[in-house]
Nanobody, 115 residues
Framework: QVQLVESGGGLVQPGGSLRLSCAAS????????MGWYRQAPGKQRELVAD???????SYADSVKGRFTISRDRAKNTVTLQMNSLKPEDTAVYYC?????????WGQGTQVTVSS
């Protein structure tokens, strides 16, 4: 059974940091593009960052310079380090795996940035 399980969400003050992790299991994800999406209340789900099997990364303009995505292909894990968090980063964050034919989603983890 394929699963993407996120962890590391929570409540943080503006300017703080959080580290999200995603553990993928049930198949080999080493050739998948792994990424993080987020969805705030009343808004569409948007891509935050992704990383290819060759470790090429891309980021939404709103998080460039603040967030860093990384992966361990051998362990099927992907991590999102989030620094200098802002209230507008508040959302449910989803782990995503994109292959040639199939895609998978995690169940999401809440990130709330508030004083």
């Amino acid at each position: 059974q394929v699963q993407l399980v996120e962890s590391g969400g929570g409540l943080v003050q503006p300017g703080g940091s959080l580290r999200l992790s995603c553990a993928a299991s049930g198949r080999d994800f080493s050739e998948f593009v792994m990424g993080w999406y987020r969805q705030a209340p009343g808004k569409q789900r948007e891509l935050v960052a992704d990383i290819t099997s060759g470790y090429a990364t891309s980021y939404a303009d709103s998080v460039k310079g603040r967030f860093t995505i990384s992966r361990d292909r051998a362990k099927n894990t992907v991590t999102l380090q989030m620094n200098s968090l802002k209230p507008e980063d508040t959302a449910v964050y989803y782990c995503h795996a994109k292959g040639w034919i199939v895609t998978y989603w995690g169940q999401g983890t809440q990130v709330t940035v508030s004083s």
